[in-house]
């Protein structure tokens, strides 16, 4: 699996944000959903501002305002392909950042649910029913929790 990171947002990413932070990251995520086959495929992690992300999700999503994470998925269309981009992730570092305060988590664990979150949606994964959002959320909780050696998120 290639990674893309995109950065307009940071003149020097910060270290839990790096490129090598969010392979491991999604590495896991594809170790506990069981994904395979994968090698030529690419996931594109944009860091956006609270324009662009106002922006994306106003032009894609028709939702007024800034939100944390953003999924633009090729899922369905690349399984016969021999290399193909599986889709994009945009994130929002200061909706991040304000989440983080406001649910009194460390920025690095609500940056890299955020993450999670996005490839699952990628993945295929929805949360627009009850029972797909608590199967998604026990997800995010597992790799979070395995990530970070901490208590459930």
Do not use: W
Request: with cysteine; net charge neutral; proline share 2%.
């Amino acid at each position: 699996m290639k990674i893309e990171l995109i950065n307009n947002h940071f003149k020097k990413i910060p270290e839990p944000f790096k490129k090598s932070e969010v392979v491991k990251l999604v590495d896991r995520v594809l170790e506990k959903i069981d994904y395979k086959n994968l090698e030529n495929k690419q996931i594109n992690i944009k860091y956006t501002s609270e324009e662009e992300m106002k922006m994306l999700n106003e032009k894609f999503y028709k939702k007024q305002g800034v939100t944390n994470v953003l999924a633009f998925s090729n899922f369905l269309e690349f399984a016969e392909e021999e290399e193909q981009l599986i889709g994009e992730i945009a994130i929002c570092i200061k909706e991040i950042e304000r989440e983080a305060k406001l649910y009194k988590k460390k920025l690095e664990t609500r940056l890299k649910h955020m993450i999670v979150h996005g490839v699952l949606h990628l993945l295929g994964f929805d949360h627009k029913k009850k029972s797909e959002q608590i199967e998604m959320e026990k997800l995010e909780n597992d790799i979070i929790s395995s990530c970070l050696n901490e208590a459930p998120y």
